[in-house]
Structure formats: C-alpha cells, structure tokens
C-alpha cells in the first residue's frame, strides 16, 4: 500500500500509561514512558512492548519502526524492584524469575521476528536488559551522550540473557570484555564495536532514526520484509546451507511484482512505482 502522508498520524498511550505509540508517514514510534523509573523493563512495560509489536506485526501501513525513551535513561534494564519482592516466594523466587526471563525473552525475539526493521534511537544510559534491547533492534542510532553497559557481574548476577543479543552483534571478545568487566561503553566505543550503527549530537537521535526509518519506508516492503528474515535465518546456517536458503528467498524475490517493476524502472531510467507485492 502506498505509504501515509504526514497527515495519517496516529498516537496513543497504552492502558498501563509506560508505552506511547505513534504512527506517522508508515514510521511507527514506540517511547518507553517510565522516566521516573529509568524505563525499567518491568512486567507491564515488556507487556506493553510485546502487544505494540504483534499489533504493528499485522499493520501493513507500519514500514518501519523508532523504539526511544522518555528522560535521561533510555532503559535501566529489568525492574529490579520487581526482582527482589519475590525472594520471599517459597521456592525463593525461582518460578517468577523463570517467568520474567520468558517474557523478556520473547520481546526481544518479537524484534527480531517483526516483519518491519526496527531502529533504537538511544540518548543517555542503557544497562543490562536496555541494552539488550539496543542490541536486539535492526539497526541503532545513539546520541554522543549515549553510555552502554552490562553491568551485572558488579551485582553478583552476569547478563546472561544480554548476552545472547551482544554475541550476535559484537566480535567475541568486545562481547566478553562488557560482560566481564561491566564496564560503561560510551556511544563513539559503541560505534567502534557494532552496538550501534551511528552517532550523532546529543539530543538527535530520534531525528536521525527517524530519517532513517522513513528511508527504509520509501522502499518496495516485499524485499525488505523478505531480506530482514532472510538475513536472520541464514545467519544461524553453515555456509552451504546459507547459500542454498538465501537462493530459495531470492528467487521467490525476483518472481515478486516488485522486483519486475524495479528492474524494469532501472532499464528504463526511471522511478520505480512500487506496490509492496
């Protein structure tokens, strides 16, 4: 469908009032709105995210996603308020740790999993399950104030689900060296080891993510769909099998009306005029 004009804008607050969503030009932005708790991913906050991204998962006027923050933290990681009430429980918490550990599990899996490329726009600071989820977007734009960490091995309690997102995204070793030093990573540092994608002045990155995603909303949404799976299935195959599943998508690609109408458009010397099919 075509993309929406600037006048097609939509924008709401989830029931829990922690999640603004707003939809502009097909670029559908997600603001963690719990400043006065550093954005903490607490139950209701992963809930509200989880629903935001099954709902824009089905809406084919969403081409791309800007996941932000309200306040000077962009996410302080798991609520760990939440955490420590159930040390009480009979099994010390054991059953409810369980639990948060799924559901956070299944947001960020939700990111990748979402048809749409998703973009974190960072400013200020994103520790532990924050950075999770920065490392668990497509793409990331971070402001020059912008500090990353996984901290939890100065708690006692390593990030061992960030780190699922960080080895995918960084060299082993600049992995390992956030995990075992926790140590704070600022943004030029996180450009450095491929957290994020750009840095830019403080206080822009929404702008610039947001650019960005109107990029990636301009384009045919068949090959862009089709190439964020694409690029996440075969990234867990052995070469062989990579080539093989990557000449199975691009073929059902170039069979798309889309990919015609594109050729078709560069041999012509013209725009191409796309139909998302």
């Not at 969503?21 to 991913?41: I, K, M």
């Not at 995204?169 to 750009?198: C, F, I, Q, S, T």
């Not at 013209?270 to 139909?275: D, G, I, N, V």
Request: charged share 20%; glycine share 6%.
């Amino acid at each position: 469908m075509p993309v929406p004009t600037a006048a097609h804008a939509e924008t709401s607050s989830t029931p829990e009032a922690v999640l603004k969503t707003e939809l502009r030009d097909g670029v559908a932005t997600l603001t963690l709105a719990r400043p006065q708790a550093r954005n903490s991913l607490s139950e209701a906050m992963m809930a509200a995210l989880t629903g935001a991204l099954a709902e824009i998962a089905r809406d084919d006027a969403v081409r791309a996603v800007v996941l932000t923050a309200e306040g000077p933290v962009f996410s302080a990681g798991h609520d760990l308020k939440e955490i420590q009430g159930h040390r009480g429980d009979a099994d010390r918490g054991r059953a409810y740790f369980e639990d948060v550990l799924k559901r956070c599990s299944t947001l960020m899996t939700a990111i990748v999993r979402l048809p749409q490329p998703v973009i974190a726009a960072v400013e200020g600071m994103a520790t532990a399950a924050g950075c999770q989820l920065v490392a668990s977007c497509d793409l990331a734009v971070a402001g020059a104030d912008a500090r990353f960490c996984t901290p939890g091995v100065n708690i006692g309690l390593f990030c061992h689900t960030p780190m699922v997102a960080l080895t995918r995204n960084l060299a082993p070793k600049h992995a390992l060296e956030m995990l075992l030093l926790g140590e704070w990573v600022l943004a030029e540092d996180a450009y450095r080891m491929g957290l994020v994608n750009r840095v830019v002045e403080r206080g822009a990155a929404v702008t610039a993510a947001t650019e960005l995603a109107g990029r990636i909303a301009a384009k045919s949404q068949v090959p862009v769909k089709l190439g964020k799976a694409a690029f996440y299935a075969q990234a867990e195959m052995g070469l062989d099998d990579a080539y093989a599943y990557a000449s199975r998508v691009m073929t059902e690609n170039m069979l798309a009306r889309d990919a015609d109408e594109g050729i078709s458009a560069v041999l012509a010397k013209r725009a191409p005029q796309w139909e998302d099919r």
